[in-house]
T-cell receptor
Framework: EDQVTQSPEALRLQEGESSSLNCSYT??????LFWYRQDPGKGPEFLFT???AGEEKEKERLKATLTKKESFLHITAPKPEDSATYLC??????????FGTGTRLTVIP | ETGVTQSPTHLIKTRGQQVTLRCSSQ?????VSWYQQALGQGPQFIFQ???????GRGNFPPRFSGLQFPNYSSELNVNALELDDSALYLC??????????????FGPGTRLTVL
């Protein structure tokens, strides 16, 4: 059975304190791993897609990496506006996304 | 280019009623997926529509049904509402379901409350 686990559930960082969020997955036939950012009461905002182990993508203070079993979202020198829930999702043989429960990030000024 | 839009923003219904939620896909996108997100959870896949036909369904009962129109906009219908149907309903569009690699872009969601 496909499974996506995100850790930690919640993370509090001081502004400028770098850290990483983890997404581990057990799926058959990975066809892509997706990272989204979601603000309270809003729809998820697309960040990155990773397709193969070893792939890395960057956007501003965020960097996503992928191995055969997990993905990391590294946040470098975060700012308060980076506070949000970060969702990881996988796409397998079906065309839908299978989501984890997210990591709620709070960045304190 | 407009993004994915959804209506209404909020909705309050009572148990047993029926509801229709609407979604307009992003320009050029022919595939629409619907998700249910309960509070504190990740979105759960309901179903996907491609060129007006259902193309995959998650673990949701038949009282959840949908439509896609020739302009690729879509509706989600829920009959016999239950308290547990209270959630944020998200619509996502993507370029073409046949593409091996394509991203899904989400709308702002409809917050449904069932009393």
């Amino acid at each position: 059975e496909d499974q996506v686990t995100q850790s930690p559930e919640a993370l509090r960082l001081q502004e400028g304190e770098s850290s990483s969020l983890n997404c581990s997955y057990t799926v058959s036939g990975l066809r892509g791993l997706f990272w989204y950012r979601q603000d309270p009461g809003k729809g998820p905002e697309f960040l990155f897609t990773l397709y193969s182990a070893g792939e890395e993508k960057e956007k501003e203070r965020l960097k996503a990496t992928l191995t055969k079993k997990e993905s990391f979202l590294h946040i470098t020198a975060p700012k308060p506006e980076d506070s949000a829930t970060y969702l990881c999702a996988v796409k397998t043989g079906a065309n839908n996304l299978f989501f984890g429960t997210g990591t709620r990030l709070t960045v304190i000024p | 280019e407009t993004g994915v839009t959804q209506s209404p923003t909020h909705l309050i219904k009572t148990r047993g009623q029926q509801v229709t939620l609407r979604c307009s896909s992003q320009s050029g996108h022919n595939t629409v997926s619907w998700y249910q997100q309960a509070l504190g959870q990740g979105p759960q896949f309901i179903f996907q529509y491609y060129r007006e036909e259902e193309n995959g369904r998650g673990n949701f009962p038949p009282r959840f049904s949908g439509l896609q129109f020739p302009n690729y906009s879509s509706e989600l219908n829920v009959n016999a509402l239950e308290l547990d149907d209270s959630a944020l309903y998200l619509c996502a569009s993507s370029l073409d379901r046949r593409a091996a690699y394509n991203e899904q872009f989400f709308g702002p969601g409809t917050r449904l409350t069932v009393l």
